[in-house]
């Protein structure tokens, strides 16, 4: 005999099939952040090419998430947590989707500056992905576990990224200022940074998300904003 | 059927203050019996605004709503215990009478319960014994306007109220309700005999009639709750395992659907219950 113990059991298991999307949508934004970030050091051309044309993936995973998300909004009729959820599960896909594009501009920016001698080893760009994809992880499991300690911490760490970023810009600053005639690549390096500074930012609205999801208040996580005052110090 | 007398209770009218509240229920228990349905409820209605009232079947819903007219009184055993204040006033001090009070506190029922009468007499009949002088056929036009059913019947007004379907016979009572003007509105789930587009233009109706009135609504309809109310009030069975009705929340329908403070009123509007 059919016994039914959860009254929403068939919705519950569509959500719980969305956090799996979301952490598969996760691992591909964060493998194509590392592999921009890798090729870019390691000048290869290759992967950086890969990294480029498979944004599209991500792109599709975002339309499906975001298809589904409506989807369910429309015939569920979600209450109180699960329509907190479902509108945070669309913010977080968008913003994952937007860090695909960072991924995808990092790729590009190898591919137009190829072959031309760095101006600056990108040591730092390679510890800034590595650092954002780390708080990445982090956040989309706190997101997925309802983990408000840890969706609390995590944009702590984005002062480790910005710090990176400003030791990067300065040194590239100085660079361009004894070399004018870098200034065009070094600008492109810039960008590279800049893109995975902005990444960490937007694990900073991943948190937000998982904060609104399990208490209700949805309220900006002030952030540090010390990648503004480069140059003014 | 109530014997409604046209004249006013002085107990009621003189009692109006200008509180924001249309009713404040201070400890309400209503028992059946010795059996105590619903216990120590407190709520302010306000004024020109719809309540509704949810909860799982069994909790008191409908105890409480007929509670705010007196309307128990007509099932035998039921007493109630605490105080209903209209206005102010106790409905159950002893110099009020309980059929006025009906009158200014009208209801609208589950089950539709036209008389059998005509579709015009339907409507026009508790204005006349109110002593409506003024034009009775633009009121009963206007009045099954209101109730959405005026393109259904207007070229068979004589015939009779039970002629019509289940859905018909309870828009001409939601019509035969708004024609007296009571002051607030009971209704108790009006829309579980309509159709979809005919719930919606109830809902509709509701909201043009808070611009003059109160409106207390009970539903199982939580997705009625969410787009037609105001204010929602959750009520649930205590943990004493008498199937006591209390209130567990009351609040702003905006919070309660979308953040409530209690755990058990989450469980129910997500439909994790059971």
Known sequence: MTRITNTRETFDRQLRKLKDDILVMGSMVEQATLDAAKALK??????????????????????QIENDCVMLIATQQPMARDVRF??????????????????????RIHLIIKDDPFTHPVTEIVQMAET????????????????????????????????????????????????????????????????LERMADRVTNI????????????????????????GLK | MLNIKPEKSPAVQANSNGSEYAIEARE?????????????????????????????????????????????????????????????????????????????????????????????????????INGFRSNMDELVEQSLRGAALWAEVNDKLQQSGLSLSGGQQQRLCIARAIAVKPDIILMD?????????????????????????????????????????????????????NRTGILEEFGDTKKIFTNPEKKSTEDYITGRFG
């Open chain 1, 42 to 63: 390691t000048r290869d051309t290759k992967a950086a090419q890969r990294v480029y044309e498979d944004d599209q993936w991500i792109n599709q995973k975002h339309l």
């Open chain 1, 86 to 107: 479902l509108a945070s599960m669309l913010e977080v896909s968008t913003e994952l989707e937007r860090m695909g594009d960072y991924a995808k501009g990092i790729a």
């Open chain 1, 132 to 195: 954002a994809t780390r708080m990445l992880h982090q956040a989309l499991g706190a997101f997925v576990n309802n983990d408000l300690e840890t969706a609390n911490a995590i944009p702590l760490e984005d002062d480790i990224v910005d710090e990176l970023y400003n030791q990067f810009h300065h040194q590239l600053i100085e660079k361009m200022i004894e070399k004018p005639e870098i200034i065009d690549r070094a600008n492109y390096l810039l960008w590279a940074a800049h893109n």
């Open chain 1, 207 to 230: 948190c937000e998300r998982t904060i609104y999801v399990n208490t209700g208040i949805l309220k900006e996580i002030a952030s540090s904003d010390d990648e503004m005052l480069v």
């Open chain 2, 28 to 128: 309400l228990s209503i028992y059946y019996g010795n059996f105590p349905a619903v216990r120590s409820v407190s709520m302010n209605i306000h004024k020109q605004k719809i309540t509704s009232i949810i909860g799982p079947s069994g909790v008191g819903k409908s105890t409480v709503l007929r509670a705010f007219n007196r309307m128990n009184e007509l099932v035998p055993s039921a007493r109630a215990e605490g105080e209903v204040l209209y206005h102010g006033k106790n409905i159950y001090d002893s110099d009020v009478d309980p059929v006025e009070v009906r009158r200014r506190i009208g209801m609208v029922f589950q089950k539709p319960n036209p008389f059998p009468k005509s579709i015009y007499e339907n409507v026009a009949w508790g204005a006349r």
């Open chain 2, 189 to 241: 789930e009006p829309c579980s005999a309509l159709d979809p587009l005919a719930t919606l233009k109830i809902e509709e109706l509701m909201r043009e009639l808070a611009k003059d009135y109160t409106i207390i609504i009970v539903t199982h309809n939580m997705q009625q709750a969410a787009r037609v109310s105001d204010y929602t009030a959750f009520f649930n069975l205590d943990d004493s395992g």
